[in-house]
């Protein structure tokens, strides 16, 4: 089933919502149908304008796919709580919807869906470009409860939205994160940013996907001792300037270098003055690095 959104439901992404197994989400594709598909993955608690400038910079050569977890941005509540079996299977459909395969871009802690799209299913992945990711030292969790609470969170979200709360709380909350990890401001109409962070559906979603965190990065580890990474090209971006102890600058860096170290085609690029939205910020480092990693296929 696919429904267009001529006016992005009247937040102005445009799109379509389309099944993506069990689920339903909201995509927006720009540019040339023959050109080299791109997938774009957003990070906790994102909506799909986060990649507004990179995706102005990537659309004039390249296919791209930008989408909204469920939930998040215009996409429909989840029929499933946020898991790294989910939000993977998600990634799976919307790739293999391209017919050939694509290239992933993930910022933050979508980077463990991409990651684990590429061990799970790697004919359907050309090479990633993971920008900022996360990344855990010790992804050990003792209690499971994200799938328990995430009923909590949404009853939560639901009663902020039927009082109205949450057009003033979800904004707010979006500001006060983006103060924190961009020096730019949003790249869409404060009404699009206040439509979307103002439903009380989305409140819930990201306090779901916060809860589900330390058990995705957990499953993505017991993942890696299971299935290897393709040797696919591989480039990981690294935000510096929000870090301002030495010593956590140093542990990220490290963290980034092991990801890049999975393949033989992997590089790292490091951004000492970038904060945490480099998608916002810093697009032409993003649409370098899917030039870089295109031109490891072509050289590999």
Known sequence: MTRRLEDG?????????????REQVHVVESGPPDGPPLLLSSGLGGAWFDWAPTVALLRGAHRVTVFDRPGLGLSPAGVAPPSLRRDTAILRALAARARRPVTVLAHSMAAFHAEALARVSPG????LVLVDPSFEHDARVRVRAAAALTPLATAFGAFLGAT?????AGPF????????????DEAVPDGVVRSVYGRGTVIGTVIAEDLAYREMAADLARLRERRPFPAVPLVVLTALGDMADPARRRAWARGHERLAAMSPHGSRIELPDALHMVPLDRP????DAVADAHRMEESA
């Open 284 to 287: 032409d480092a993003v649409a």
């Open 164 to 168: 109205r709360l949450a057009k003033t």
């Open 124 to 127: 359907l992945v050309r090479g």
């Open 173 to 184: 909350g979006r500001r006060t994160v983006l103060r924190h990890t961009s020096r730019r």
């Open 9 to 21: 439901g009247g937040a102005g992404g445009g799109g379509e919502i389309v099944n993506a197994g």
